[in-house]
Nanobody
Framework: VQLQASGGGTVQAGDSLRLSCAASGRTFSIYAVGWFRQAPGKEREFVAA????????YYAVSVKGRFTISRDNAKNTVYLQMNSLKPEDTALYYC????????????????WGQGTLVTVSS
């Protein structure tokens, strides 16, 4: 499975961005796709995940109500709509895929895309 993340940019606080994660290869093996982020000097943290098998979603408390994860099955693409962005959302955002389960632990995910940088200025 190959993942290609895109959509990052520099915005002001309160603005919105939509990230995309295009999957290719053995996409039928994917159980869940997650978004993670890593700010400078901090550990990679869970943001949101989508269970491709049953359509359930899960969010980190810090983004719930502001971010929405969605999927376009025809395009094998997962989106992360980010609204009401805050400076603390500034980070390198990664998408990842797991063939077995939906988890919030980065090390559980087998496949990773390259990061896309989101910068939110105050």
């Amino acid at each position: 499975v190959q993942l290609q993340a895109s959509g990052g940019g520099t915005v002001q606080a309160g603005d919105s961005l939509r990230l995309s994660c295009a999957a290719s290869g053995r996409t039928f093996s994917i159980y869940a796709v997650g978004w993670f982020r890593q700010a400078p000097g901090k550990e990679r943290e869970f943001v949101a995940a989508d269970n491709w098998r049953v359509g359930s979603t899960y969010y980190a408390v810090s983004v719930k109500g502001r971010f929405t994860i969605s999927r376009d099955n025809a395009k094998n693409t997962v989106y992360l709509q980010m609204n009401s962005l805050k400076p603390e959302d500034t980070a390198l955002y990664y998408c990842a895929a797991d063939p077995l389960m939906l988890t919030t632990t980065p090390s559980d995910y087998d496949y990773w895309g390259q990061g896309t940088l989101v910068t939110v200025s105050s």
